[in-house]
């Protein structure tokens, strides 16, 4: 925990309950820099917020795109805590194939997180893991551009909603 951090949780200006249950998976799980929790937990404490709220914050700040960080970290907290509480209020809106893909889409993001933070890890010099990880990365490659196509026309889609 950083000094900036522990700042804000012994003033009280940032629940420490969010920071263990809310933002420390991120940094365990997803690879997120301390700098990146500095700068949420930055945004957002003293802001009289709910643990509810905080946890939907950091949900859209460490998944969502920066547009979103860009407003937590201006501190115009109020119109993407109501997008995303319209979102959450309503998930019966959605069909069962709609939640399944949302739920897939979510994985997604989350394992490509995955892979982005451990890729890089120096325990990875097997020559079983590297036989193994070569064949699986060249059948990810090989269908990466589908992917990314039918990834960007799904989104051209949906910000039209």
């Known amino acids: 925990m950083s000094e900036p951090v522990r700042r804000q ?3 009280g200006a940032f629940p420490v309950y969010s920071y263990l249950y809310s933002l420390r998976p991120f940094r365990r799980m997803n690879g997120v820099k301390s700098e990146q929790i500095e700068e ?3 945004a957002v404490a003293g802001q ?3 643990v509810r709220d905080i946890e ?3 949900q859209g700040y460490f998944r969502g795109p920066e547009s979103l960080r860009e407003e937590i970290r201006q501190g115009n907290l109020a119109l993407p805590l109501d997008r995303m509480k319209k979102m959450a209020a309503n998930p019966r809106e959605c069909s069962e194939w709609e939640r399944i893909l949302l739920n897939d889409l979510e994985l997604t993001q989350n394992y490509m997180q995955r892979v982005m933070g451990k890729s890089r890890d120096e325990r990875l010099k097997s020559r079983a893991f590297h ?4 064949l699986l990365t060249a059948g990810i490659l090989s269908r990466a551009r589908a992917f990314f ?3 960007r026309q799904l989104h051209d889609r949906n910000g039209q909603a």
Not at 131 to 134: L, R
Request: net charge positive; charged share 5%.
């Open 48 to 50: 009289k917020l709910s």
């Open 149 to 151: 196509h039918a990834l």
């Open 40 to 42: 949420f937990v930055a």
């Open 131 to 134: 036989a193994q990880c070569h």
């Open 9 to 11: 949780l012994f003033n």
């Open 56 to 58: 939907q914050l950091a």
